[in-house]
T-cell receptor, first 112, second 111 residues
């Protein structure tokens, strides 16, 4: 079936370091991927998305890379700040494109 | 714009009680969805809707009902609450092909 997963449940970095959060997906037909950030007590917040016709997309301090050959997605955060501490989820569209399938999340902890 | 609004924020129920979780969006989004989030399991899709009058089941629909009589509202009903339904519930909305916007959740405990 369809599923999206993450490689590591936790990641600890120092302020100013670059962070890389990884995600593996199983459905080779998936064509849309999204990264969300979830802070304690809040709903998931959109960070960046990428479609399957792209390999890389950049936002402000964030970059998403998509490797369709190995079905791997990553989120890179440059110059990580304490405010980046949160749980990060990757998600993909379901087959109909009407809802999302989420991975289990990676908790990013940033120490200053 | 308020975005996606969920009420209540917290609720405690007894086993067997029924209740409705409310979700409203003011962005004129066609798509709306309900997810539940349990520790260590990410978000799982319960039900979704692609427009008024149209709903469909997600990954974990048992024990929940939905309806979509207007574009703005998508309530989730628990007919007879069970302890296994203790969770955090999130509602989301989007236009087709765009990222989903989430509410801040309803934290539900069933005793």
């Amino acid at each position: 079936g369809e599923s999206v997963g993450l490689h590591l449940p936790t990641l600890s970095v120092q302020e100013g370091d670059n962070s890389i959060i990884n995600c593996a997906y199983s459905n080779s037909a998936s064509d849309y991927f999204i990264w969300y950030k979830q802070e304690s007590g809040k709903g998931p917040q959109f960070i960046i998305d990428i479609r399957s016709n792209m390999d890389k997309r950049q936002g402000q301090r964030v970059t998403v890379l998509l490797n369709k050959t190995v079905k791997h997605l990553s989120l890179q955060i440059a110059a990580t700040q304490p405010g980046d501490s949160a749980v990060y989820f990757c998600a993909e569209n379901n087959q109909a494109g009407t809802a999302l399938i989420f991975g289990k999340g990676t908790t990013l902890s940033v120490s200053s | 714009n308020a975005g996606v609004t969920q009420t209540p924020k917290f609720q405690v129920l007894k086993t067997g009680q029924s209740m409705t979780l409310q979700c409203a969006q003011d962005m004129n989004h066609e798509y709306m969805s309900w997810y539940r989030q349990d520790p260590g399991m990410g978000l799982r899709l319960i039900h979704y809707s692609v427009g008024a009058g149209i709903t469909d089941q997600g990954e974990v629909p048992n024990g929940y009902n939905v309806s979509r009589s207007t574009t703005e509202d998508f309530p989730l009903r628990l007919l007879s609450a069970a302890p296994s339904q203790t969770s955090v519930y999130f509602c989301a909305s989007s236009t087709p092909g765009q990222p989903q916007h989430f509410g801040d959740g309803t934290r539900l405990s069933i005793l």
